[in-house]
């Protein structure tokens, strides 16, 4: 077998491998970046919504940001509209075109001085003495030992670098939101709000999107409870029942599915030799279903702990806990208030989220975040989201 060296190796070209890989490369370390798709970015598993929090990673470029959106409309299930504005809730503010915005983030990994290879697939993990040593990987049927000081596994929704270093990273059903998406044109759409659909009717344990992505086109999506789908009541049932009532003039030109992680953060994501970014980490905001911006943060974070624990020789899980504690403290906190959140939301019968929605109709929220929008809720019903308040305090 073909063997290889680096000082790090990281599995997966999504946001978080990217950023992670540039960081450490930043620092002057010598690191792989491999990616079993042959194209970095493609296919897209995304409704492609981030907040303008993404400024704080990168200077947004129009050659990867489709449009430019103002707030969101959410609709209660009986069509109750609740308008929100302001730049910091996860999946609004810029709708992305990821299959370019992957790139750029993979090619500014390169430039830092990142090997990227493309259709390399990692397929098992080298182990020494309890220590990831580095990765085993495929590339066009020939098989390569690829070794390296810290395997970091940026593998996504379905990763397995994790469980192969005895991480328990298993999801349950309920602890999954399953997708499907339609890229439509020739739709009369609002191209200043993203919109959101509420209701167990149109996305039981989830919701309908619709995220502008200039002129007359837009993301067009369901997300709905992994234990919710079943024959004849999956995603794309929901969505294709969605679109006919809504759009009998769109055209669809192109269709995804895919999978978002809802558990909330694992308890532990580092081992020795080893670091989880991303989804593989179950760092998704469980309410929302947005990832893209705590995957890039926990990829700076996690290029930056690596690259000090490389220069000391000391990748011992006890060194990496550096990144766990940071980024915990970075939003550790919002991802527990948007798994709390989404317990209670998703557990609600229609008419109570009717009720909800009621009580907000014709209020402009005026910030654009999950707490403000759970807090002027529980402003206005305190006695039926009296759970939900104690549980946020
Ligand atoms: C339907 C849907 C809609 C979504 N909408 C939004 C949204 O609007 N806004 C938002 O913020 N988030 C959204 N998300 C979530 C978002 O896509 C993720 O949180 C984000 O992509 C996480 O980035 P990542 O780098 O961790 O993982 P990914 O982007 O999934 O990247 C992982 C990469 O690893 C590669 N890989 C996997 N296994 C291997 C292997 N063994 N060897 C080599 N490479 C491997 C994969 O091919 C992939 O390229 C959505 C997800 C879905 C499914």
Redesign the pocket.
């Known amino acids: 077998m073909k063997e290889d060296r680096h000082d790090v190796v990281v599995?997966?070209?999504?946001?978080?491998?990217?950023v992670t890989a540039r960081i450490a490369a930043e620092h002057g370390l010598d690191v792989l970046l491999?990616?079993?798709?042959q194209e970095?970015?493609v296919p897209v598993?995304?409704?492609?919504?981030?907040?303008k929090e993404i400024r704080k990673f990168v200077a947004p470029d129009k050659k990867w940001v489709c449009a430019e959106v103002k707030g969101a409309n959410i609709y209660g299930p009986d069509g109750t509209k609740v308008v929100m504005s302001g730049e910091n809730m996860?999946?609004v503010g810029y709708?992305l075109e990821?299959r370019i915005f992957?790139k750029f983030l993979a090619s500014e990994a390169a430039r830092a001085g990142a090997e990227v290879r493309v259709k390399?697939?990692?397929?098992g993990i080298i182990e020494e003495e309890g220590y990831a040593k580095g990765i085993y990987?495929r590339a066009m049927g020939e098989d390569t030992r690829i070794y390296a000081d810290i395997v970091v596994g940026?593998?996504?929704?379905?990763?397995?670098?994790g469980r192969w270093a005895g991480i328990d990273t298993r999801l349950r059903p309920s602890n999954i939101?399953?997708?499907?998406?339609f890229l439509m044109c020739n739709i009369d759409l609002n191209k200043d709000y993203s919109e959101f659909f509420i209701g167990s009717e149109i996305a039981p344990k989830g919701y309908a999107?619709i995220?502008p992505k200039g002129g007359d086109c837009a993301?067009v999506?369901i997300?709905i409870g992994g234990d919710m789908s079943g024959e004849k009541h999956r995603a794309i049932d929901y969505l294709n029942a969605f679109v006919r009532n809504r759009f009998p003039e769109g055209k669809v030109v192109a269709e995804?599915?895919?999978?978002?992680?809802l558990s909330g953060p694992l308890n532990e994501n580092v081992a020795d030799g080893l670091v989880l970014?991303?989804?593989?980490?179950r760092?998704?905001?469980a309410l929302?279903?947005?990832?893209?911006?705590?995957?890039m943060h926990?990829?700076e974070i996690a290029g930056d702990v690596i690259a000090k624990a490389v220069q000391e020789k000391d990748l011992s899980k006890k060194r990496l806990m550096e990144y766990e504690s940071r980024w915990r403290s970075a939003f550790g906190k919002r991802l527990e208030t948007g798994l709390k959140a989404k317990k209670f939301f998703f557990n609600l019968p229609d008419e109570d989220l009717n009720t909800l929605a009621h009580s907000l109709a014709g209020v402009r929220i005026n910030e654009l975040t999950p707490l403000a929008l759970l807090m002027e809720l529980v402003k206005r019903n305190p006695k039926m989201l009296m759970g939900l308040a104690k549980m946020l305090l």
């Open positions: 599995v997966g070209a999504g946001p978080a491998g990217s491999i990616e079993r798709n970095i970015g598993k995304c409704a492609e919504g981030v907040s996860d999946e709708v990821r992957d390399t697939e990692a397929y990987a940026a593998d996504g929704v379905e990763s397995k670098v939101s399953v997708g499907a998406e999107w995220f993301n999506g997300g995804m599915y895919g999978a978002v992680p970014v991303g989804d593989a980490a760092q998704v905001n929302t279903g947005g990832g893209i911006t705590y995957a926990a990829g």
